[in-house]
């Protein structure tokens, strides 16, 4: 069955979107022609409370102001009050005209449980009503908060899209998948993984997702062997598995900054010619790699020695030079970056204005 047209990014939406933003410097191609802004908003850090959601709602209009169209969330930050806040704060944007949906690429994640806005008096009694007792998993599904039961992720999927007020999300995130991989065994953890691809390729088949993807902590950057460790081969086999060639499986997200190189340093997936590095094997796959951490969750800020500050221009920040780094990366698509401020905004989105590194220049900072 083919997908209906999808009612959320488009090429063509999101090509106009980076064309008046200044193209290329700013701009990257990802998945299915859709162009994202190469500093994508990320929402996963601050407080469960009302002063956040209202710094968060002020930051994302800030960031449509500048010219920002990549929105990084998952059902599980905040207690659900992150995908909240982004789709209040876009369908505002939306109804007054200074955004349009198709060219606003929103992306979220399901894997991990999420207490709903708050911690719950009794936890596991909440679990237990909201998952077991409706049928939605097993109690055996569950893997330290997580779980990839297909009644399960439709769910999830179900919630964050009433969550961001979206019909159809721009590319879900299977949330840190190999954090159940030790536990369970590579056997049952690749049925579970096939069958949470096929979840995703049905939602895609409703118009409910348009691309699915995984997002990692370890997993990618693991060496082989390592009780996380993934390979991105066998996530692309997992979707041929289920889809054949025609499969969605698009993306990839992984911790990517001056400290944590090995996406791009460590020869541990593999690839058309023996072991290479994940940026490499991602784009002989033709999957976007979008970097996480990429300011390390703010500890990269001020704390930069001087032998890389030698390497950019004496006027940034270390919060600017760090993103310039990231989003520089052959093989990267944009770098996230958490932005539960407007000033934040301001500083981060500021090196747009400046081209990213070559590949030379890059290579000569990698190298430090």
């Known amino acids: ?28 191609q990802a998945w299915d022609g859709l162009a994202v802004a190469s500093i994508g908003l990320g929402t996963y850090l601050g407080e469960p409370d009302t002063a956040t959601d209202e710094a968060y709602a002020a930051a994302l209009r ?6 920002g169209n990549l929105i990084d969330t998952a059902i599980n930050y905040r207690f659900q009050r992150s995908e909240r806040v982004v789709g209040a704060a876009l369908q505002a944007a ?18 991990y449980l999420s207490f709903d806005g708050a911690w719950p008096a009794d936890p596991a009694d909440w679990v237990r009503a909201t998952f077991i ?13 997580h779980c990839m039961a297909p009644a399960y992720l439709r769910h999830q999927i179900a919630a964050s899209r009433s969550n961001l007020q979206l019909d159809c999300l ?31 390729e049905v939602a895609v088949s409703q118009g409910h997702i348009r691309a699915y993807g995984v997002a990692t902590w370890n997993g990618l950057r693991a060496r082989p062997g390592a009780p996380d460790y993934l390979s991105l081969a066998g996530l692309v086999a997992a979707a041929e598995d289920v889809s054949g060639a025609h499969h969605h499986f698009r993306a990839v997200q992984l911790p990517f900054n001056f400290q944590m190189v090995e996406a791009a340093a460590l020869a ?32 990269l800020a001020g704390r930069l020695p001087g032998a890389l500050r030698a390497h950019f221009a004496p006027d940034l920040t270390d919060a ?32 747009t204005e400046t081209a990213p590194l070559s590949t030379e220049a890059w290579r000569a900072i990698f190298q430090v």
Request: proline share 4%; aromatic share 6%.
């Open 94 to 111: 939306i109804g007054t005209g200074e955004v349009s949906r198709d060219e606003q690429v929103v992306c979220t994640k399901g894997g």
């Open 62 to 67: 800030r960031y449509w102001q500048l010219g």
């Open 133 to 145: 007792d409706t049928g939605l998993a097993e109690p055996e599904d569950f893997v330290d908060g």
């Open 268 to 299: 541990n997936q593999p690839g058309q010619h023996g072991l290479a590095p994940l940026l490499q094997v991602a784009a002989e796959h033709d999957i976007a790699v979008m970097a996480s951490a990429s300011l390390l969750q703010g500890q």
């Open 1 to 28: 069955m083919s997908a209906p047209a999808p009612a959320g990014a488009t090429a063509a939406g999101t090509a106009a979107q980076a064309s008046r933003q200044g193209g290329a410097a700013f701009y990257r």
């Open 320 to 351: 600017q030079r760090a993103l310039q780094f990231t989003r520089s990366a052959p093989g990267v698509a944009a770098a996230l970056a958490g932005m539960s401020r407007a000033a934040h905004v301001d500083e981060n989105m500021a090196i």
């Open 170 to 200: 721009d590319l879900y995130y299977l949330h840190n998948p190999e954090g159940q991989l030790a536990a369970i065994g590579e056997d049952l953890f690749r049925e579970r993984l096939r069958e949470a691809f096929a979840t995703f």
